[in-house]
């Protein structure tokens, strides 16, 4: 599969953020290498779209390193062309219809394939000529999708993209997205409260919670890290020493245990069952603050 | 040409899911010796699953010898899979038909069955891969 | 960027075109009707050696073209409002930066090309609107020799290009320090009014130091020649000590040769001539060592002053442009 050695596209060291009153990020250090589909997932405030714009250069960082493609975020041409940014009001001129986006994007732009937008467009039937703000937000999306790729960048990133899109426009998206990674030389990093929906599409995940990096890494090595052991109420000492307890639910009858693992579990009582990403996620969101379940809720549903 | 049909919410995992439907559609006749695989690019389109996802497949159906790439044109069949020797089938299905008669006999309901079976299952994938 | 600032500035551009034109088709008319009613005029006066009263009996031009030419005062400031508030407000606003700055433009040239092209065509607006009020204005200068008081001062000439540099830049600027638009517009309007008005009353008087003339009073004053501008007037006492000034103060009040004067400051033996005898009044100032005054700025300083004033809203249009760029390229998007 993918080599560990793959050159790195996003590498931050004791990244932080600060507001007036806020810290948005606080030391985050992350790893993504080049070519990766990364989920960046959190719940609300969690400072996604934070990091995202500091990666993006549209933010400058209080202290730590960034390095994205090489070097620091900058306003040399070289760089912007190279790395898109979706924000989440997906920023479109709303009187100015698609075609002429296309035309801001030729002009602005030094590597553009407006073909590729009309085809894109056509195939979805969305109109060239209508002003954008009368298209629906799956339709803008779309849109706004098609222009940040029409200029080739190496690096995507996406903030909350896809929340306010039916399941169709949803699958649609994603589906565009990762056909572009499929041709090569492109990096995305989307963000999302919705885990389920990612978990095929992505195979590198970070977690961030309470403007706190709690996971990062690839999605297979993860779960293949993790186990879920369920089994009577006992003392779980033993199994505590040896490896490390993410999250525990105790009821008087029952234990369950998320674990990442260090070697075999060796208590034959507990029943050991493989992690998938949603619960590898609320498992780490779990040791954060209080019961479980209201994370379950947040992820769960999505906003 | 084949399309791919990945079930979310299965144990199993997306890339085995392919491997499996396309042995399955050989199996079946859907495939035969010869035929293009869709391109990693179409199914990605189809299902939005990752590129990588779809790669690992395809380099695990060519480890099996079931199909082969063809720089520039594409992923095609060239084998079928290896059935086991004939009679084989029922001879394993005799000595588990014994077994789970035992195994009822001890008190076992089919969920317990289906448990053990998996928890066996793991146990013997461990073994291999240590 | 040059593109996309006509892309997004088209319709403003049209309709301010179409204004234009208007406006001077009506100025061209009445203009031309002007200078050869009053051509017509000085015909017929020099005739009958009536011409030194021309500028009382003669009425030139038509109130409502008159009045509309006053009202062009406003222009720069409309500018300011509409050109320069929503400039980089709206896009703030509403997003559209983010769109932009993720192109593969950096900040400063999506600043430089918006800023340069709004103040460009903020100077060629106001230039071809000052054009056409001078010009249409010429009869009316040659008649009253007023183009040097305020308000005609403030239309005419080269300052309303250096207004409505100022007004564009400082709506610009308040826009990007604001990051909204309405609140960015009524600002601008306070800002500029008031900067125009301390400027206007307060600073141009004292570009250069007026000259003062004095005369005894009830002889006829020596008017100075042409358009100049007097900025006070009064009497001065001996010892050069002034009486009045061009501000209404408290107190009584009495107008000689047209100056306010107030009482209490004039010798107390004089005082009650003042209305009981008023032909013994002035003697009485004139014996006690009092003459009338006249500050002004000669009309050659004209041009000088307007050099002066449009260099002094350059330079400040400048300042605000540079907080403009420290602003927009420093702070997060």
Request: overall charge positive.
């Amino acid at each position: 599969m993918m080599a560990s050695r793959d050159p790195v596209a996003i590498q931050t060291r004791g990244l932080s953020k600060l507001y007036r009153r806020v810290t948005a990020l606080s030391e985050v250090t992350v790893t993504v290498p080049e070519g990766r589909i990364s989920a960046l997932i959190g719940p609300n405030g969690a400072g996604k779209t934070t990091l995202l714009r500091v990666l993006s250069g549209l933010a400058r960082p209080t202290s730590g390193e960034v390095a994205v493609l090489g070097g620091p975020p900058s306003q040399d041409p070289a760089f912007l062309a190279s790395i898109g940014f979706l924000a989440q009001e997906l920023p479109l001129y709303r009187r100015f219809t698609a075609e002429d986006h296309i035309g801001i994007g030729a002009h602005l732009n030094s590597r553009w394939d407006g073909p590729y937008v009309r085809q894109r467009l056509e195939s979805l039937g969305i109109p060239l000529d209508q002003p954008v703000g009368t298209l629906s937000g799956g339709q803008r999306a779309q849109l706004a999708l098609a222009l940040t790729l029409a200029k080739r960048p190496r690096l995507l990133l996406l903030d909350e993209p896809v929340a306010a899109l039916d399941p169709l426009a949803r699958r649609q998206f994603v589906a565009h997205l990762a056909e572009a990674v499929a041709d090569g030389g492109l990096t995305v990093v989307l963000s999302s409260h919705l885990v389920a929906d990612l978990e095929r599409t992505c195979d590198h995940v970070i977690l961030l919670a309470a403007s706190r990096v709690q996971l990062c890494g690839e999605i297979d090595t993860l779960l293949a890290a993790h186990q879920v052991l369920i089994g009577p109420s006992k003392d779980t000492t033993a199994i505590e020493r040896d490896h490390t307890l993410v999250h525990a639910v105790r009821t008087p009858r029952q234990t369950t245990l998320l674990i990442r693992r260090n070697g075999p579990v060796a208590d034959p009582a507990f029943e050991i069952s493989d992690v998938g990403l949603e619960e590898l996620v609320l498992g780490y969101m779990g040791q954060q603050a209080g019961p479980a379940s209201a994370h379950l809720t947040m992820i769960g549903e999505g906003q | 040409m084949i399309s791919f049909r990945l079930d979310g919410r299965s144990v199993v995992p997306p890339y085995l899911q392919i491997v499996q439907q396309v042995r399955q559609a050989l199996r079946m006749g859907v495939l035969d010796v010869g035929d293009k695989l869709p391109t990693v690019r179409e199914v990605v389109a189809a299902t939005a699953v990752n590129p990588n996802t779809v790669l690992k497949a395809y380099r695990d159906l060519e480890r099996e010898g079931l199909v082969e790439p063809r720089a520039g044109l594409g992923t095609f069949v060239v084998g079928r899979p290896s059935g086991p020797p004939p009679g084989t089938h029922s001879r394993l299905a005799r000595s588990l038909a014994q077994w789970v008669h035992s195994a009822r006999e001890a008190g076992l309901d089919d969920e317990s069955i289906e448990s053990l079976l998996r928890i066996t299952l793991r146990a013997a994938a461990e073994e291999e891969t240590a | 960027m040059t593109w996309l600032v006509w892309r997004q500035h088209r319709t403003q551009a049209y309709f301010a075109a179409a204004a234009i034109a208007a406006f001077a088709v009506l100025l061209l008319i009445t203009g031309r009707q002007m200078a050869s009613q009053y051509q017509a005029a000085l015909t017929a006066c020099a005739a009958s050696h009536t011409c030194g009263n021309l500028a009382n009996t003669l009425n030139l031009g038509s109130p409502v073209v008159s009045f509309l030419v006053t009202l062009t005062v406003a222009v720069p400031c409309l500018m300011g409002v509409f050109w320069g508030g929503p400039l980089v407000a709206r896009e703030v606003e509403t997003g559209t930066t983010q769109f932009a700055w993720m192109q593969s433009v950096p900040r400063s040239r999506w600043l430089a090309a918006k800023v340069g092209w709004a103040l460009l065509a903020a100077a060629a607006w106001g230039g071809a609107v000052s054009a056409l009020v001078t010009w249409w204005s010429s009869p009316v200068n040659a008649l009253k020799q007023q183009n040097f008081q305020p308000s005609q001062f403030d239309i005419q000439g080269i300052v309303p290009i250096g207004y409505a540099v100022f007004a564009v830049a400082l709506g610009i600027t308040v826009g990007a320090l604001l990051r909204r638009t309405l609140p960015a517009m009524a600002i601008t309007v306070a800002v500029f009014t008031l900067l125009r008005l301390v400027v206007g009353q307060d600073f141009r008087s004292h570009y250069m130091t007026a000259v003062t003339k004095t005369f005894a009073f009830l002889h006829h004053l020596p008017l100075p020649a042409g358009s100049y501008w007097q900025v006070s007037g009064g009497v001065v006492g001996p010892g050069g000590h002034i009486s009045s000034s061009t501000l209404a103060g408290s107190g009584a009040h009495l107008s000689i040769d047209g100056l306010p004067v107030n009482l209490v400051s004039l010798p107390a033996a004089c005082r009650n001539l003042a209305f009981q005898s008023p032909q013994k009044f002035f003697p009485c100032l004139t014996a006690h060592g009092y003459h009338g005054f006249i500050a002004y700025q000669p009309a050659d300083r004209y041009w000088a002053f307007q050099g002066v004033e449009t260099g002094i809203f350059v330079l400040l249009a400048a300042a605000l442009i540079a907080v403009t760029a420290i602003v927009i390229l420093r702070r997060d998007a």
